[in-house]
Nanobody
Framework: QVQLVESGGGLVQAGGSLRLSCAAS????????IHWFRQAPGKEREFVAR????????YYADSVKGRFTISRDNAKNTVYLQMNSLKPEDTAVYYC?????WGQGTQVTVSS
């Protein structure tokens, strides 16, 4: 079973950028559609973005459309989430997932 490890979170000021990475443990990762979700304190986990196995199809939540970009490099078994124009409301723990397998999450904090 593939394992996922997120990284790249941190503290950033509003308007800043971060790039999250989701590294997979197995080459079969390239067969998986990958999702990014996030969970803010006291709130339910919410969908952020997804990308097809080949990377040619992406989909975003309305709240991040135009600011976030999901991409993948199957040669490196890694999916990325480039986050620009960050807002305090983007503060959350960000998770990547195949739908069945979840990473441990990475904290993103945006200060105003």
């Amino acid at each position: 079973q593939v394992q996922l490890v997120e990284s790249g979170g941190g503290l950033v000021q509003a308007g800043g950028s971060l790039r999250l990475s989701c590294a997979a443990s197995r080459r079969t990762f390239s067969r998986n559609r990958i999702h990014w979700f996030r969970q803010a304190p006291g709130k339910e986990r919410e969908f952020v973005a997804r990308i097809s196995s080949t990377g040619d199809s992406t989909y975003y939540a309305d709240s991040v459309k135009g600011r976030f970009t999901i991409s993948r490099d199957n040669a490196k078994n890694t999916v990325y989430l480039q986050m620009n124009s960050l807002k305090p409301e983007d503060t959350a723990v960000y998770y990547c997932s195949t739908g069945d397998v979840w990473g441990q999450g990475t904290q993103v904090t945006v200060s105003s």
